[in-house]
């Protein structure tokens, strides 16, 4: 069973952190692919979401539960995943999110790496979409109403999914600021040095 693990920086406390953390119906509004998540009890979670094209539904059981520190869960039936999120103070304003998860691949062995490294990458910009929530809880998410709404600009050529990052967070990837559209081309590539 791999092991992912990735931590992300926050710019808000760590008790702020933990709180966006455990407003598990907030989890579509970050993590890749997910539907719905509820609460159906204080230790047991509903999942709803997109796995290789089809929707499928989990529950999970939180085994661990520490205020403002650490929760950790296994799901009880489903994909068979267990996980540990830790937030640590760095000071009063500032945090630190540790995510864990033990994953088990639904994949022929010899596509395991690839799963894994698709694992990897999703979890990095999960990390990076839960930033731009905790840290600008005021944006709406892509999908979520028209460009003059969501702080994008018009002229901006975007291409995203639901769940991507916060759209009026300038400096997050995949989210245009004033400057970067000024060093786009007028086809749309970005010619900036070192983006594709």
Same mark, same amino acid.
């Given at each position: 069973?791999? #092991?992912?693990?990735?931590? %992300? $920086?926050?710019?808000?406390?760590? &008790? *702020?952190?933990? !709180?966006?953390?455990?407003?598990?119906?907030?989890?579509?509004?970050?993590?890749?692919?997910?539907?719905?998540?509820?609460?159906?009890?204080?230790?047991?979670?509903?999942?709803?979401?997109? #796995?290789?094209?089809?929707? %499928? $539904?989990?529950?999970?059981?939180? &085994? *661990?539960?520490? !205020?403002?520190?650490?929760?950790?869960?296994?799901?009880?039936?489903?994909?068979?995943?267990?996980?540990?999120?830790?937030?640590?103070?760095?000071?009063?304003?500032?945090?630190?999110?540790?995510?864990?998860?033990?994953?088990?691949?639904?994949?022929?062995?010899?596509?395991?790496?690839? !799963?894994?490294?698709?694992?990897?990458?999703?979890?990095?910009?999960?990390?990076?979409?839960?930033?731009?929530?905790?840290?600008?809880?005021?944006?709406?998410?892509?999908?979520?109403?028209?460009?003059?709404?969501?702080?994008?600009?018009?002229?901006?050529?975007?291409?995203?999914?639901?769940?991507?990052?916060?759209?009026?967070?300038?400096?997050?990837?995949?989210?245009?600021?004033?400057?970067?559209?000024?060093?786009?081309?007028?086809?749309?590539?970005?010619?900036?040095?070192?983006?594709?």
């Amino acid at each position: 069973m791999p #092991r992912i693990e990735n931590i %992300v $920086e926050l710019n808000v406390s760590a &008790s *702020t952190a933990f !709180a966006q953390w455990t407003c598990y119906e907030d989890y579509p509004k970050f993590m890749e692919n997910v539907l719905e998540v509820k609460a159906e009890s204080p230790h047991q979670l509903y999942w709803r979401a997109i #796995r290789d094209g089809k929707e %499928v $539904e989990w529950h999970s059981e939180l &085994s *661990t539960q520490e !205020a403002d520190h650490k929760i950790s869960w296994k799901d009880t039936d489903g994909p068979s995943n267990t996980g540990m999120v830790m937030v640590h103070v760095v000071d009063d304003t500032h945090s630190r999110v540790q995510l864990v998860i033990n994953s088990t691949p639904d994949t022929a062995p010899d596509q395991a790496g690839e !799963a894994e490294m698709l694992m990897i990458q999703r979890v990095e910009k999960d990390l990076a979409r839960f930033k731009a929530l905790v840290e600008h809880p005021e944006a709406l998410p892509f999908g979520s109403g028209s460009p003059e709404k969501t702080g994008i600009e018009s002229s901006a050529s975007v291409v995203a999914g639901q769940n991507d990052l916060l759209t009026n967070t300038p400096g997050s990837p995949n989210v245009p600021t004033a400057k970067d559209s000024a060093n786009s081309s007028a086809d749309g590539q970005d010619n900036r040095l070192g983006l594709k």
